[in-house]
């Protein structure tokens, strides 16, 4: 049993090893970077043409033009048309600027000491107040002041170099109360060709109390001196909600996170992105001010989206830059750089991208560049095929010199090998004879039955010599001698005739 859970224990182990560098591809978790090139400053502010009627006097118009501010603070990009998410508070005041350019034009032109703000104020002079009076708004027909008001929305983006003019934008929806979602489409020049980076937005703010956030914003206009001011931060309880938004809280209670985050909302960060730890989701906007800061949901955010008719998407900057993102975050350094230069030719002047890229190159190919190592990492060497030709050859030696004694223990005394050529025949004939003349003949000498071609092992044989014995012709075997009566030519033993003279031979 202690076995079995031993290797169950290596097997999980193993499995989860083996799943770590799949899910560290999926999503560089816990980074802003995916968001933070989406993040631009919103600057509001009224235009306002003025013309005042002074009827105390010779009759005059006098015209003057003010830009009113109305709001800062920071915006996320929803889709790469530009679609623009901010708080309503930025782009819109309950204050009335009309009052505003009353007071103005009234103490410039009739040089008279009212506060230059958006109260409505009384002077001593009877002609002079009954002509401010009748220069606030609303217009009447006795109005003494004509007064037009145009709101101007102006875009950041987080460009290198910066951008010193903006891109104007138009206000398409605001929602009931300030700290409501606002939604903006720009009206000038787009930055790339495929459109703008956009930010992703996540399905739901997380539950559980404590969970890690980064707020990313603008403290001012983007450009050399000025970056993105990044802040971590974590959820207090309760859900996001419209009217009191979700909380902040240290878990650990050495930070005042409200306190913080409240100052940076002062600074600029009105509007700024909660951005998830988990997967780096926008889930929702800061709002407060002060003392106090919180979030609205990204509910909120996409409610307001559609009522607005704008849908949130990403496009091809976002795939080309998260794909590089991963790899960079995964320490794939030499792969990375490829990417981050894609995105910078569809979208010149991303300086997230610029700075990843330059961290890219520098790295590339060097220690810690994971994807150098594994380029690098001796590959597996194949097989060579000389061990089986050399395994080939000697089996097939191995197979024909078994063949070959086979063949020969196979063998009957009966079979005689294949006679020699003529020439060669001669030769040994002629070297037998010679060897004989020389020495003492001896008989052959059989092979050893358990000899192979190469060993012949000779059997000791007596040497013996057999006499010469002397043939004696006796009387009755030396051939008969005939001669022909004829002629007297000597006859062979079987002529009949005479071959000289032809005379029949007696027998």
């Known amino acids: 049993m202690a076995r079995l859970t031993a290797l169950a224990g290596g097997v999980a182990a193993t499995l989860v090893l083996l799943a770590l560098p799949a899910a560290a591809h999926e999503h560089p978790s816990g980074i802003t970077d995916l968001v933070t090139p989406?993040?631009?400053?919103v600057e509001a502010s009224s235009h306002v043409e003025i013309t005042l009627l002074d009827h105390i006097g010779e009759l005059m118009h006098v015209e003057r033009s003010y830009d009113v501010p109305l709001g800062v603070g920071t915006g996320i990009v929803v889709n790469p048309e530009g679609a623009i998410v901010t708080l309503t508070r930025v782009v819109k005041t309950d204050k009335d600027v009309a009052v505003y350019a009353a007071n103005k034009i009234f103490a410039e032109h009739h040089k008279v000491k009212i506060p230059i703000d958006f109260?409505?104020?009384?002077?001593?002079?009877?002609?002079?107040?009954?002509?401010?009076?009748?220069?606030?708004?609303?217009?009447?027909?006795?109005?003494?002041?004509?007064?037009?008001?145009?709101?101007?929305?102006?875009?950041?983006?987080?460009?290198?170099?910066?951008?010193?003019?903006?891109?104007?934008?138009?206000?398409?929806?605001?929602?009931?109360?300030?700290?409501?979602?606002?939604?903006?489409?720009?009206t000038g020049r787009a930055v790339g060709s495929v459109g703008m980076?956009?930010?992703?937005?996540?399905?739901?703010?997380?539950?559980?109390?404590?969970?890690?956030?980064?707020?990313?914003?603008?403290?001012?206009?983007?450009?050399?001196?000025?970056?993105?001011?990044?802040?971590?931060?974590?959820?207090?309880?309760?859900?996001?909600?419209?009217d009191a938004g979700r909380s902040f809280a240290d878990p650990e209670k050495k930070v005042d996170e409200p306190v913080k985050l409240g100052a940076l909302v002062d600074r600029g960060l009105l509007g700024a992105p909660v951005i998830g730890d988990k997967d780096g989701h926008v889930i929702g906007m800061l709002i407060g001010g002060g003392k106090e800061a919180r979030m609205i949901g990204v509910r909120e955010i996409l409610a307001a989206l559609a009522k607005a008719g704008v849908a949130p998407r990403r496009g091809a900057i976002d795939a080309a830059f998260e794909a590089a993102l991963t790899r960079y975050h995964t320490k794939y350094y030499t792969e990375a750089a490829p990417g981050f230069q894609r995105v910078l030719e569809l979208y010149p002047g991303n300086v997230v991208a610029a700075k990843l890229l330059q961290t890219s190159l520098q790295k590339r190919g060097g220690q810690e560049?994971?994807?150098?190592?594994?380029?690098?990492?001796?590959?597996?060497?194949?097989?060579p095929l000389w061990p089986f030709i050399v395994a080939a050859g000697v089996l097939f030696v191995a197979a024909g010199a078994g063949a070959y004694l086979l063949w020969r223990r196979r063998r009957t005394p009966d079979d005689q090998p294949e006679q020699p050529p003529p020439l060669v025949a001669?030769?040994?004939?002629?070297?037998?004879?010679?060897?004989?003349?020389?020495?003492?003949?001896?008989?052959?000498?059989?092979?050893?039955?358990?000899?192979?071609?190469?060993?012949?092992?000779?059997?000791?044989?007596?040497?013996?010599?057999?006499?010469?014995q002397k043939q004696v012709l006796t009387e009755q075997d030396q051939p008969s001698v005939k001669y022909c009566t004829a002629c007297g030519m000597r006859l062979g033993a079987a002529h009949r005739f005479c071959g000289y003279c032809g005379h029949p031979i007696e027998t």
């Open 197 to 242: 980076p956009t930010a992703p937005l996540a399905d739901k703010v997380p539950d559980q109390q404590g969970s890690p956030t980064n707020v990313a914003g603008f403290t001012d206009r983007p450009g050399a001196n000025v970056k993105e001011t990044v802040e971590i931060a974590h959820l207090g309880k309760g859900g996001g909600g419209q």
């Open 38 to 41: 989406a993040v631009v400053r």
């Open 119 to 186: 109260e409505r104020h009384k002077v001593k002079d009877d002609l002079l107040e009954h002509h401010l009076k009748e220069c606030y708004p609303p217009k009447t027909n006795v109005s003494t002041c004509i007064i037009n008001v145009t709101t101007n929305v102006t875009i950041f983006p987080n460009v290198s170099p910066a951008d010193p003019k903006g891109i104007k934008a138009d206000i398409v929806k605001t929602g009931p109360q300030p700290d409501s979602p606002a939604v903006l489409i720009p």
């Open 426 to 468: 001669a030769a040994a004939a002629a070297a037998a004879a010679s060897s004989v003349s020389s020495a003492p003949t001896s008989p052959p000498v059989p092979l050893d039955e358990g000899a192979n071609q190469t060993v012949v092992v000779r059997r000791s044989q007596p040497f013996q010599v057999i006499p010469q």
């Open 369 to 383: 560049d994971a994807g150098s190592k594994q380029a690098v990492a001796p590959a597996p060497r194949s097989m």
